[in-house]
């Protein structure tokens, strides 16, 4: 049996497991209440931008239901691995931080091509660019199981090198000329409620972005510093008191929450769907 990530004796572990406890359980509620929202709205279902949010949400929650034991337990799916589930909850987070990135990279040319993006990007070649990212995630799942650990330790560096630069070209390029593009179109519209759901939107990238290089950027300077650099890093025992693993899962439970602040559309859909059940509740109990 694998023991828990610290020996309950004492407050402070106590309090340690139930955060992780609470953590998964938020991830798991939050992405799987935001998915069937989006999934049983057939308006929803029709943009772009939401499929992007299903997809993220669906990640998350693997994410969230994998922290159970990766979180909880005296688990290390880092190399060396300790107690592992074959690598499948940083898989999960990955494939959430790739989508994350292409909905930004989405949203950038809807914003600054919209005649072109509609005539480019339809459904069926936004589920083309998801699919592709969910069996890039996993092609690199099996091959991780299959190379030997060196292998895929240093595999697992450079691809992480690489996507760093990615996001900081994406995540702080793109979105400073997309909030300079689109602040420069919203003050030429007249005042109307399109306009303030065009606000809405931009302001959602731009906090969306902003948290996620928050919360990810630990991640990136401890891979690039401990691999790259002739520094020798402290290695963490288990991923439940590492700090630094824990933060991004605390992302995925931001950012359905952001979804639902920031998106009007789907803010509406949400607290219809909360009311309706409160409601049937309601009737049910009388």
């Not at 209440?33 to 990640?59: D, H, P, Q, W």
């Not at 008191?241 to 998106?263: F, H, M, Q």
């Not at 803010?267 to 409601?279: D, I, L, P």
């Amino acid at each position: 049996m694998v023991p828990l990530a610290v020996n309950p004796d004492s407050f402070g572990n106590i309090l340690l497991i139930l955060f992780h406890v609470c953590l998964a359980t938020i991830i798991v509620l939050l992405n799987l209440g935001v998915f069937l929202c989006i999934a049983m709205t057939r308006s929803l279902r029709k943009e772009n931008r939401f499929l992007y949010m299903m997809s993220t949400c669906i990640s998350d929650f693997f994410t969230g239901a994998t922290w159970y034991y990766v979180g909880i337990f005296d688990v290390h799916e880092g190399f060396p691995k300790k107690n592992d589930i074959y690598y499948f909850s940083p898989t999960f987070l990955g494939l959430s931080y790739l989508v994350v990135i292409a909905a930004q990279a989405d949203r950038y040319h809807a914003v600054t091509s919209p005649i072109r993006y509609l005539q480019r990007m339809t459904l069926q070649k936004t589920l083309v660019v998801l699919t592709s990212l969910w069996a890039l995630s996993f092609l690199t799942l099996v091959a991780q199981n299959l190379l030997s650990t060196s292998t895929a330790a240093h595999t697992q560096s450079i691809g992480t090198l690489v996507m760093n630069f990615i996001a900081l070209v994406i995540m702080l390029g793109l979105n400073i000329r997309l909030f300079l593009i689109a602040k420069y179109q919203l003050e030429r519209d007249p005042p109307t409620p399109e306009r303030e759901a065009k606000r809405s939107s931009l302001y959602l990238i731009i906090v969306v972005a902003a948290s996620f290089l928050f919360l990810w950027s630990p991640v990136f300077l401890r891979v690039i510093i401990c691999n790259f650099m002739p520094i020798k890093c402290r290695t963490e025992t288990n991923s439940a008191t590492n700090i630094v693993v824990t933060l991004p899962r605390i992302n995925a439970a931001l950012t359905p929450l952001l979804y639902v602040r920031g998106c009007t559309p789907l803010q509406e859909v949400v607290f219809s769907r909360v009311c309706c059940y409160c409601s049937s509740c309601c009737k049910a109990l009388q």
